[in-house]
């Protein structure tokens, strides 16, 4: 495939952490990064909001002659891949529910998920789990208040205190799945709740790229729709990256 770079798309930092991770194991090769956060958050949209939203963004890489992309959102992959691979056939579209559900270990019993809003309504991972770990307990929490804060740069009490709420059911769970990509952000708070087995999609996504013989090499970049100097700052703030971050119209 011809891709000028690889694409990333979510609403904010959890496109980041996949850009962070990727771009140190994959130094040269080229990856692009948008962050909607003039969007942010998408967990609480409707899924006609979400499909005008994912098209605008395929379109504009599309445009950059960018032509494999990772969906670095749950909530998107949930709601609305299947039309936009039928509206792109020429595009291809990593789902990172797909990458997260291969992390998962056989011997799982036990699983909790934890997303936004719409991702859970989709019941995208109950579904995909009924398949893989079938004889596995399966429970799905919606936790909606966990990406403001997380893009609010929250302090960790005020995060503890809501996972708190959320977790109440913990001690049933042997593995909690991240369904949200900015989740990795708060493993260090929500490992002081539960011992339960973390899983996201992170290396996920280095073993998915690893198996493409040609990747695009050149350099990386990084978009908001929002305002530059503020995700620069909340990227230098939670990862301790200096990066150049330049504004982006949809
Ligand atoms: N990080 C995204 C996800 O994985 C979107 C979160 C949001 O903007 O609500 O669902």
């Known amino acids: 495939m011809k891709t000028k770079s690889i694409g990333i798309i979510d609403s904010g ?69 299947k039309e936009m691979r039928d509206e792109f056939p020429e595009v291809e579209l990593i789902s990172i529910i797909d990458l997260t559900i291969s992390q998962i270990k056989d011997s799982a019993k036990r699983i909790l998920v934890i997303a936004t809003t719409a991702t859970i309504n989709q019941k995208a991972y109950s579904k995909a789990l009924s398949k893989s770990h079938k004889n596995a307990w399966i429970n799905e929490v919606a936790t909606p208040k966990l990406v403001d804060l997380i893009e609010g740069l929250a302090n960790d009490s005020d995060i503890d205190e809501v996972l708190e709420e959320y977790l109440s059911d913990k001690s049933k769970v042997d593995t909690i799945v991240l369904g949200c990509t900015h989740y990795p952000l708060i493993k260090k708070n929500i490992e002081k709740i539960t011992n339960a087995n973390q899983v996201d999609a992170l290396e996920g996504s280095i073993e998915y790229f690893n198996k493409i013989s040609e990747l695009p090499l050149g350099t990386s970049k990084v978009f908001t729709t929002l305002d530059a100097k503020r995700f620069a700052h909340q990227i230098k703030t939670l990862f301790n990256d200096d990066v150049a971050v330049e504004e982006i119209v949809l």
């Open 13 to 81: 930092l959890g496109g980041y952490s996949f850009y962070h991770t990727l771009t140190r194991e994959f130094p040269e090769v080229s990856f692009v990064l948008i962050a909607d956060q003039a969007n942010a958050p998408f967990g609480d949209k409707s899924k006609e909001e979400l499909s005008e939203i994912a098209n605008k963004l395929i379109d504009r890489f599309h445009k950059m002659g960018i032509s494999l992309i990772l969906i670095a959102c749950n909530t998107l992959s949930a709601s609305i891949l």
